[in-house]
């Protein structure tokens, strides 16, 4: 059994609230990897747990901004949902920490989310609107992504999260 963090929105929270399963965007999600050791000469795996929640993070922007893109309205919340899967693939060719995962996620699966709290929005939102620039190198877009990442997730227990979402 491997830990994997998903990327979510708020939408898919409150759709895997609702269907009691989760179906990742291309089933990909992150995790500590062999290759995600590697690339770290120290750490243990709780250091290296939060680089796979901080990547999962960034990803949650990236569907964000996605949404934006198709004009609808979205919370600017990053979400991450920590669940315990079987047979995850590692997949290094996209990122040290990245895996895919053989089949939906069911709810009983889910460990925890984490989720950005109300004072998080603006600089979510500033940086869904600077996540691609910042992919292709620019560091004033960095810059902007870093001030959302400074944000610290808000940890949720799975029983949590139906109120959640409600008082969404």
């Known amino acids: 059994m491997t830990r994997v963090y998903i990327p979510a929105t708020i939408e898919i ?8 399963e989760v ?8 995790a500590v990897t062999a290759a995600l050791r590697e690339a770290y000469s120290s750490g243990d795996d709780e250091e290296l747990a939060e680089v796979a929640i901080a990547e999962a993070a960034r990803a ?3 569907l964000i901004a996605g949404r934006v893109a198709e004009g609808a309205e979205v919370f600017h919340r990053r979400a ?21 995962l053989p089949a939906p996620v069911k709810l009983a699966r889910v460990a ?16 869904v609107a600077a996540v691609d620039e910042a992919d292709l190198g620019d560091q004033d877009a960095e810059f902007v992504l870093g001030d959302a ?20």
């Open 80 to 100: 991450v949902i920590a669940a315990d899967v079987d047979d995850v693939t590692p997949r290094p060719d996209l990122d040290d920490a990245v895996v895919r």
């Open 60 to 62: 949650s922007l990236r």
């Open 23 to 30: 179906d990742p965007m291309s089933r990909t999600a992150f």
């Open 149 to 168: 990442e400074d944000h610290v997730l808000a940890w949720y227990a799975t029983q949590e999260l139906p109120f959640l979402v409600e008082l969404m």
């Open 112 to 127: 925890s989310v984490h989720v950005d709290l109300a004072e998080a929005e603006p600089d979510v939102e500033r940086a």
């Open 13 to 20: 929270l409150q759709r895997l609230v609702a269907d009691e």
